[in-house]
């Protein structure tokens, strides 16, 4: 038996399929967060990007997402060692990192419920901006939805 591919295959070296294979719809990177402006650790809040889908974990629009949301960060692998916001179990830091996939990934499990079942995801959690909010998302309301559920 052959090892699967993200084991065997860098990561720019991964086909489209393979690269989005990676994501295990956990929306963690989908929240909004915030850095410290001294230390620039980043803080985790509760409130979701208005196109996740808070039941699924999917964006709602991912092939057009950065057209309505500009600032929506495109993973590459060529980026991998800035974006140092991902969740520390997101796959593409992990595999960046020399690491493995966690067993309840859905590439690991074969079944993308896995990720909700071990409580790795959004789904329960977080709120939309829609709701939490009367037009702009400051730091100072954010910082009242900062939570601490993985780490």
């Not at 295990?24 to 929240?31: P, V, Y």
């Not at 620039?40 to 196109?51: H, I, K, M, P, R």
């Not at 060529?78 to 992990?94: F, I």
């Amino acid at each position: 038996m052959s090892d699967p591919f993200w084991r065997v295959t860098p990561l720019s070296e991964m086909t489209e399929a393979e690269w989005e294979s990676l994501c295990d719809g956990c929306g963690r990177c989908c929240l909004h967060k915030l850095a410290d402006e001294d230390t620039g650790e980043v803080s985790f809040t509760n409130v979701a990007c208005f196109l996740l889908d808070l039941e699924t974990c999917a964006c709602r629009d991912y092939g057009d997402r950065r057209r309505q949301v500009p600032d929506c960060v495109q993973l590459e692998a060529v980026r991998m060692g800035e974006l140092d916001w991902l969740p520390s179990t997101c796959a593409y830091r992990l595999l960046y990192a020399g690491r493995d996939l966690p067993p309840w990934h859905p590439l690991v499990s074969g079944d993308p419920e896995t990720v909700h079942a071990a409580g790795m995801s959004v789904r329960g959690r977080a709120i939309s901006e829609k709701r939490s909010r009367r037009g702009r998302l400051l730091p100072m309301i954010l910082a009242h939805h900062i939570v601490d559920w993985w780490d």
